[in-house]
């Protein structure tokens, strides 16, 4: 589950790589989602664009208003975060400010996700 408050090079970067985590691990019914907190009117067809351009098939995009979803106290500060869960647990939190997201970062997240996914197939 992914939250983020605009498009960037390196949440794209997450995109991509999430959904093939996602796409690889379907045995176990892994799923993945972004929750783009925006009130920007052109970002559906952004969002239209981004899933055809990289071919995402695997993960959802949605968009929410800017503060995001109800209860989830998504950090002010945070530009993107991510929690990784299973069986409604958190198994992981990142959360990164403008600039933050960086290559480093995606693969520890994909690590993350990837780690969780086996022990759900357990």
């Known amino acids: ?33 972004i929750v783009f907190m925006s009130d920007d009117k052109d970002l559906e067809a952004k969002l239209k664009t981004l899933a055809e351009k990289e071919s995402l098939k695997n993960t959802v995009l949605t968009i929410d208003n800017p503060a995001g979803p109800k209860g989830m106290k998504i950090s002010k500060d945070a530009d993107v975060t991510v929690v990784v869960y299973l069986n409604k647990e958190a198994k992981a939190n990142f959360a990164f400010k403008k600039g933050e997201l960086t290559s480093a970062q995606v693969d520890k997240i994909i690590a993350e996700f990837e780690k969780v996914a086996a022990e759900k197939k357990k």
């Open 1 to 33: 589950m992914v939250f983020a408050k605009e498009t960037t090079p390196g949440l794209t970067s997450l995109v991509k790589k999430l959904d093939k985590a996602t796409a690889a691990n379907k045995s176990c019914s892994a799923g993945s989602f």
